[in-house]
């Protein structure tokens, strides 16, 4: 891809065309999937760009450039999965430095990270940051890194990262946020005072259910440098295959979130205004907590929502067996919509009392909007609803 010199590429072109058109061989429009493991030194003591395929890959480096560009950071690395992404940061760190994560991380994560403090590996504590006192009290304890996860998983509460960052500076911490929800379409926390954003690649950025990766960029250059020494360190990478596939998924990321967040609008509406339905998360609607720190620090709400049965488990029942066009499964992002019911799936090895504390009711269900057709997608759900009032 060339372009005007003067003009740096919107985001929209990076994603669309990051490192097309610049095979040296062949042309090829499409960037080639490199798989080879090892590259040939030149002679003597002459290595290449590239000598082995931990340290570096050209597939791989490719989407590493377009993320780091899309998030606005000084680099990026991409790993096997995004909790090999999380992994990848935390164990940086040592058994004296303090990790705070929100009280409702995603569930993999929370599991990550008590499995790493109870190996005495790091130290972490996990706090609602929506309370500020008890944010302000655990700072005092001087964390090392405080992670966000915004909009939160499943009830969709918003985080203001600018607050929070600001907060976590002035303490001395890094800050960490988990991208995954929203993607760098919509919203891009280094721009708000992030040091790291984490990605589930498996999620919106690939976009089409079909592999497992990860991504860290780091705001700073020499920090990326440094994560990028310690995946290959560790072994923690991406492999070139999956990384083609990101990237071409990647390619569709604005107008797929754009056309699926426009869906989950409309299906938001419809939900908060149906009788048996008690209760809609979704920070695009003007009744969501989040509704106006999301309004400043995103680009459009997203296609992530959950909502609340009136009928309770019964209702999740035969609204599951009832409902059309949106498929019974975990994970989310892609371009097929999905339903979950986070106590019996995603938020199961939680436990009931965790649950209830975090506010995750039996009778929540988990939506990921899909590209399907609006009408569609509506009928679909009132087909689920209908069954629920019998
Ligand atoms: C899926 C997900 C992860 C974990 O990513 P994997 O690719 O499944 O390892 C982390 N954070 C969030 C918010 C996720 O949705």
């Given at each position: ?24 061989s ?38 590493a ?13 991409i ?8 992994d990848?940061?935390?164990?940086r760190?040592?058994?004296n430095d303090?990790?705070l ?24 504590r ?11 009290a ?10 966000i ?5 499943p009830?969709?509460?918003v ?8 907060k ?15 993607s ?68 569709t ?5 754009e056309?699926?967040?426009?869906n989950?609008?409309t ?18 609607l ?13 680009r ?13 488990e ?35 090895d939680m ?11 039996d ?21 689920g ?6």
């Amino acid at each position: 891809m060339t372009g005007p010199d003067k003009l740096p590429p919107a985001p929209q072109t990076i994603a669309a065309a990051h490192g097309v058109a610049t095979d040296q061989s062949f042309g090829a429009i499409a960037p080639p999937l490199y798989l080879s493991s090892t590259f040939e030194f030149a002679g003597y003591n002459q290595p290449r760009a590239y000598d082995y395929g931990r340290g570096g890959n050209p597939t791989r480096d490719l989407l590493a450039e377009a993320l780091a560009k899309l998030e606005g950071g000084g680099g990026a690395v991409i790993t096997s999965s995004g909790m090999a992404a999380l992994d990848l940061l935390v164990s940086r760190h040592g058994p004296n430095d303090l990790i705070l994560a929100p009280h409702d991380s995603y569930g993999g994560t929370m599991r990550l990270l008590k499995a790493r403090a109870d190996r005495g590996h790091v130290r972490t504590r996990f706090v609602d940051q929506a309370n500020e006192a008890a944010f302000a009290a655990a700072l005092k304890e001087g964390p090392s890194l405080v992670l966000i996860e915004t909009p939160s998983n499943p009830l969709m509460r918003v985080t203001d990262i600018a607050a929070i960052s600001a907060k976590a500076r002035a303490a001395g911490a890094k800050v960490a946020v988990d991208n995954t929800f929203l993607s760098p379409a919509i919203q891009q926390p280094i721009a708000l005072g992030a040091d790291y954003v984490i990605h589930s690649t498996t999620k919106y950025l690939n976009g089409h259910s079909d592999m497992i990766g990860g991504a860290v960029v780091a705001a700073n250059p020499a920090e990326a440098e440094a994560l990028h020494s310690w995946a290959n360190t560790i072994g923690s990478i991406g492999a070139p295959f999956d990384s083609w596939l990101t990237l071409r998924g990647l390619r569709t990321l604005f107008p797929r979130m754009e056309q699926q967040q426009r869906n989950a609008m409309t299906i938001a509406e419809f939900l908060e205004s149906h009788a048996v339905v008690a209760k809609v998360h979704y920070p695009g609607l003007a009744s969501h907590p989040g509704h106006g720190v999301a309004s400043r620090q995103q680009r459009g709400f997203g296609a992530m929502l959950s909502f609340e049965l009136a009928g309770g488990e019964a209702a999740v029942r035969q609204f599951i067996s009832a409902v059309g066009f949106f498929t019974l499964a975990e994970s989310l992002g892609g371009v097929e919509s999905l339903v979950a019911h986070p106590a019996t799936m995603t938020h199961a090895d939680m436990g009931e009392d965790a649950r209830a504390a975090a506010g995750i009711s039996d009778s929540l269900l988990r939506l990921s909007v899909g590209l399907e057709a609006e009408r569609d997608l509506i009928a679909g759900l009132e087909q689920g609803l209908a069954a629920c009032e019998s």
